[in-house]
């Protein structure tokens, strides 16, 4: 597609559910990364993945985080037994190989709210 | 762990101003990098700085970079309302893992 589309742009959910995000990135993007953003802060770095390579998971914030990715597509985030502070947008970007080359591009995120 | 941290958190000025935003960062980087967020939804790429370029330009924006005073700035002249926005630094660190480090950043109000 044109651009990362991210899908749903908005989820409510309880206390205590599982949800999956998803990130379609740009066609030919080998690289992909997931943010969290909680409500006037930055971006906090989740998990990066690089083609077939390993992925950089060092900013899941706990155990109930995971994300997977089939090749250079399709992406998943998981969260399980959500709590109220996971409420945030979740955002993805991919890029060209190396992100020293160019810049990100983000989709639009997912609103996660949890109740 | 924030990397950049921009100055100031929040600016407003007149449409036909000047906008100056400074980001400031600690360790050795790669590449220093500009966005800019609308509505709190997705980041757009605006402008990147090589650890080894002083000055950039594109249009009406101009990003300067002190490596040395670990610090760099964006310049948006000639402000319309449009440019109202939240805009991020980011950076690349030098030798580590591929991933951009984002700051708070700084939200700007134009006022029409």
């Known amino acids: 597609g044109a651009g990362v589309s991210q899908s749903p742009s908005n989820k409510v959910t309880e206390k205590g559910k599982d949800v999956e995000l998803r990130c379609d990135p740009i066609s030919g993007h080998t690289a992909l990364y997931w943010y969290r953003q909680r409500l006037g802060q930055g971006l906090e770095f989740l998990i990066y993945f690089q083609g077939n390579s390993a992925p950089d998971k060092s900013g899941l914030p706990s155990d109930r985080f995971s994300a997977e990715r089939t090749g250079e597509s399709v992406s998943t985030l998981t969260i399980q037994r959500t709590q109220q502070e996971d409420s945030a947008v979740y955002l993805c970007a991919s890029s060209l190989a190396s992100v020293g080359r160019g810049g990100y591009t983000f989709g639009s995120g997912t609103r996660l709210t949890v109740v | ?112």
């Open chain 2, 1 to 112: 762990s924030q990397q950049g941290e921009e100055d100031p958190q929040a600016l407003s000025i007149q449409e036909g101003e000047n906008a100056t935003m400074n980001c400031s960062y600690k360790t050795s980087i790669n590449n220093l990098q500009w966005y800019r967020q609308n509505s709190g939804r997705g980041l757009v790429h605006l402008i990147l700085i090589r650890s080894n370029e002083r000055e950039k330009h594109s249009g009406r924006l101009r990003v300067t970079l002190d490596t040395s005073k670990k610090s760099s700035s964006l310049l948006i002249t000639a402000s319309r309302a449009a440019d109202t926005a939240s805009y991020f630094c980011a950076t690349v660190p030098q030798g580590g893992s591929e991933k951009l480090v984002f700051g708070k950043g700084t939200k700007l109000t134009v006022n029409p």
